[in-house]
């Protein structure tokens, strides 16, 4: 009797590596527990946010417009591109897949830094194109003159992740100038600006003027951070019209639910009040990360909304005693804690617990 055999997927589908979640935190009695493990927004949506969803709701029964129009013509107003220039998806992770399948043939190199986000080496798997990584600067930073030279004949797409998840710092616009004029221009350049609102820095990027001024660069942003809607999954591209067009035509027909463009197209609406928010929780992260200074550590430079222990073999030991705390941290082992910038109160027991790791 033969062995049953199920059917195999293709030979690179077993080497795409497990996207590991932020954990919910661990329920301790009498103590609030605090979620700072996956650079969530701790705002919740705004009202006339839930309200425009809500209404969403009652057509669920139907499709949703599958063109995002009112999402698309509201981003475009808002950024002033056109919007044969936009690609919306659902979240920005989307975009990831949806650039490699259009870029990428099997093989093709991918170019990016590490440690950064983790769906790179997941999405650059799955699209049968193959991953390289550059070592991060110490501090945290990109070495983007090491990226440059990492580009060979095979590369499609190289990728810059600013403000870096999860180290946090931000590369500086002239730094970014200078790499572009080292990236061929049948290469894309992928901005991965999912931090954005959050940078406050001298010469920051300009994302807009950068991809005017480059035909081959591609802006990627979300709803997921600045915005509090990482739930609704929603996310855009910006990039030229033949790249935008081609992100468009590989998505996923009818993606982006109604109640997500709903949603996002609210929350645009809401812009002011919903960057007010974003600057009470930049107070926070420069708060946390002076009190972090003055306590000794060394943290990368957080320009996102989340700070970095590079800890090493101790990582474990200080993601359990922050989980002890009430506070659930993202460990990424052997190397180091990512925590999200949260509620004031979760802040205060992220600087108790660190100040004391120290001193223990
Ligand atoms: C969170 C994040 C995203 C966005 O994810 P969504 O799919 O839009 O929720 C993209 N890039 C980086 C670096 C991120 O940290």
């Known amino acids: 009797m033969s062995t049953p055999t199920t059917p195999r997927p293709r030979a690179h589908i077993g080497d795409i590596p497990a996207y590991v979640p932020g954990k919910p935190p661990t329920p301790r009695p009498g103590l609030t527990a605090y979620k700072l493990s996956s650079n969530e927004n701790p705002y919740p949506p705004l009202p006339g946010v839930v309200e425009a969803a809500t209404r969403a709701v009652e057509v669920m029964n139907r499709y949703p417009d599958m063109g995002s129009r009112a999402l698309y013509e509201a981003l475009a107003e808002r950024l002033g591109v056109p919007v044969e220039d936009l690609a919306a998806a659902t979240g920005s992770v989307a975009l990831i897949y949806q650039l490699l399948q259009a870029f990428c043939e099997p093989g093709d190199e991918v170019v990016y830094a590490w440690r950064s986000f983790e769906a790179y080496p997941i999405a650059v798997t799955a699209a049968g194109a193959r991953s390289v990584q550059v070592p991060l600067r110490a501090d945290g930073r990109h070495d983007l003159d090491a990226m440059a030279e990492a580009i060979t004949e095979r590369t499609r797409v190289v ?178 804690c990512r925590v999200s910038i949260g509620e004031v109160e979760a802040n205060d027991r992220l600087l108790e617990v660190a100040r004391s790791f120290l001193g223990g």
């Open 159 to 336: 990728m810059v992740c600013t403000p870096n998840n999860p180290t946090g710092p931000a590369v500086s616009q002239a730094e970014l100038d200078a790499f572009l004029a080292r990236v061929p221009e049948h290469v894309v350049a992928v901005v991965d600006e999912a931090y954005l609102e959050f940078v406050r820095m001298d010469d920051a990027v300009d994302g807009l003027a950068t991809y005017r001024a480059h035909p081959n660069v591609v802006l990627f942003r979300t709803f997921s951070k600045a915005y509090g809607l990482a739930g609704f999954r929603v996310g855009y591209a910006v990039a030229q019209p033949e790249v935008a067009g081609a992100l468009r035509a590989v998505s996923l027909p009818f993606g982006v639910s109604a109640v997500a463009q709903a949603a996002a197209v609210a929350s645009l609406e809401a812009g002011e009040e919903l960057l007010a928010r974003v600057d009470a929780l930049v107070v926070e992260r420069d708060r946390v990360e002076a009190g972090l200074r003055a306590a000794g550590w060394e943290v990368p430079d957080a320009q996102g909304n989340f700070v970095w222990f590079a800890l090493g073999e101790r990582t474990a030991e200080f993601a359990a005693a922050c989980d002890e705390a009430g506070i659930v941290v993202r460990p990424f082992a052997g190397e180091g």
